[in-house]
């Protein structure tokens, strides 16, 4: 079993599939652990404000297993890949970190997850996971956040429904 923290976000009806796909998580892989939500501006394009946060979970599955299981996911909330790269989503769903791996794989499957330098992804796994260590800096989440100009990206906690 590999230890795996993903960042999950949305921009189009956020508390409605962020809530889904944290139910469909917990289906799937039992016991998991749930960020609080944070409200942040998009990045790489004009958009609405996305909602982020991230879960912990355990997994059997391979990483480009569970890549594949987490894109139908998103499909079957609606996640559309037709337009462009940067682009409103009701659901985004990425695997930050699986154990300590490092991968650069099809499919946009890089761990760690290069949006890591991103409050909206590091806060959140902060706040789940402080003593987690990147595999290449060896900084601890809880050392990264703590290093971060959190001014130059501002957070917002938001609630979502249990």
């Known amino acids: 079993m590999a230890r795996v923290y993903l960042s999950l976000g949305s921009n189009l009806e956020p ?5 889904a796909a944290i139910t469909a998580l917990r289906e799937r892989f039992g016991v ?34 569970l890549n594949e299981w987490l894109h139908a996911l998103e499909d ?10 940067y682009s409103d989503r009701t659901l985004d769903i990425d695997i930050v970190f699986y154990g300590a791996l490092v991968l650069d794989g099809p499919g946009h499957l890089q761990i760690p997850r290069k949006e890591l330098k991103h409050a909206f992804v590091l806060r959140p796994i902060a ?21 971060f100009p959190a001014e130059h990206e501002p957070l917002t906690v938001e609630s979502l429904p249990d």
């Open 76 to 85: 079957r909330h609606g996640r559309r890949r037709d337009g462009p790269r």
């Open 15 to 19: 508390r409605r599939y962020l809530s």
């Open 32 to 65: 998991i652990a749930v960020s609080p939500a944070y409200r942040s501006k998009s990045v790489g394009f004009d958009g609405a404000d996305f909602i982020n946060l991230a879960v912990g979970l355990d997994t059997d599955l391979s990483p480009e297993a």
């Open 127 to 147: 706040d789940i996971a402080p003593t987690l260590r990147h595999p290449l800096s060896g900084l601890s989440m809880a050392e990264l956040w703590a290093a």
